[in-house]
């Protein structure tokens, strides 16, 4: 009977200390601790990493407003139907460059009318007839003297030689002006293709700037400046594909930030669920509390389930004993007497 008081008292006692320390050290972990606290710094890393990345994505998305609201990048305007319009515009403009050298421009066109205009017959035979005339007086007529019919001869051979040279130049000046006047029609094409290149020209760079209008853009007033657009839109539009790649990777990474975000906050309130904690910011230093607690109450579970069979023995003695006594004896004691005499 006393030992069994005793291992009453000891199990009281162990129950007593069970009872003071939280349940939860039967279920801590020897890393519970450090895991919490990983967790804890790993969700804080993917917090700010997401946050950091959400900024990333507004910029990313802000720069592509900016590039869209200069026109030309949502609208129907493919950058090869540009490219191909510029190259067109490109080879008019050289064939009316090249046209332009062959008209020659307007100096040609005045040495040209200056040409086609041939010097007189009349003149050249005036003085042919003239000097004729004189050598034949010279011969004819009795002149006195010696000196009056060689001076006759002698303006007579001047005024032949004067209409021989006038009949040079005539016939010099009615080839030049019939090579002029075949140069006046190839200019006259030429001047047709000229005007006929420049309409072109202009009709295809207003079909450009009716596309570019379509696109929300300004018109060019000519080539160099329809190029040089043609290069920005080309630009813009690479750095629209490259901004969309750079969006499509920061989803990409967010949404594996967010589920290992999602991951670590799930590891960590299994934790807490089975370490009975709700407050995540002293998690850590609850489990780490109960950890050092957990030597205590394992050893006060031990003592007292040691001393629970040890009463259970005790009390299976007693009886198998009261059982061997003569009824003269001593009284059967039952349970609760006994329980009654223990306490």
């Not at 609760?336 to 223990?342: P, S, Y």
Request: proline content about 4%; glycine content about 8%.
């Amino acid at each position: 009977l006393r030992d069994l008081i005793r291992e009453t008292e000891l199990r009281d006692d162990a129950s007593a200390q069970v009872d003071a320390l939280p349940a939860a050290c039967a279920s801590v972990r020897s890393d519970d601790p450090q895991n919490l606290k990983d967790l804890w710094d790993q969700a804080t890393a993917l917090g700010r990493e997401i946050s950091s990345r959400q900024g990333a994505r507004e910029r990313i998305r802000a720069e592509k407003r900016d590039l869209v609201s200069g026109g030309g990048l949502d609208a129907d305007l493919a950058p090869g139907l540009l490219k191909k319009k510029v190259a067109d515009l490109t080879e008019l403009r050289r064939d009316l460059r090249l046209a332009e050298r062959e008209a020659g421009g307007p100096g040609l066109a005045e040495v040209v009318n200056q040409a086609a205009v041939k010097p007189a017959w009349w003149p050249a035979a005036l003085w042919t007839v003239a000097g004729a005339g004189l050598i034949a007086a010279s011969l004819w007529w009795q002149l006195p003297g010696p000196y009056l019919p060689l001076g006759l001869v002698l303006l007579g051979g001047m005024a032949v030689m004067a209409g021989i040279l006038g009949w040079r130049n005539h016939l010099t000046g009615a080839r030049r002006s019939a090579l002029a006047f075949e140069q006046e029609a190839l200019l006259a094409k030429a001047g047709d293709r000229v005007a006929r290149s420049r309409g072109q020209l202009n009709d295809a760079l207003l079909d450009f700037n009716a596309v570019l209008a379509a696109g929300g853009l300004d018109p060019v007033a000519d080539i160099d400046e329809a190029a040089q657009l043609l290069d920005d839109l080309t630009a813009r539009r690479e750095r629209q594909i490259a901004l969309e790649a750079d969006l499509l990777k920061q989803e990409e990474f967010l949404a594996r930030d967010r589920a290992d975000l999602d991951r670590v906050t799930r590891e960590a309130a299994a934790i807490r669920d089975r370490l009975g904690l709700t407050d995540e910011s002293t998690a850590a230093a609850e489990a780490d509390r109960l950890l050092q607690a957990a030597p205590s109450f394992t050893a006060a579970v031990q003592e007292r389930d040691d001393a629970a069979r040890q009463i259970s023995r005790l009390e299976n003695r007693l009886a198998d004993n009261a059982t061997h006594l003569g009824e003269d004896e001593t009284p059967d004691l039952p349970a609760g007497l006994l329980a009654e005499r223990i306490a």
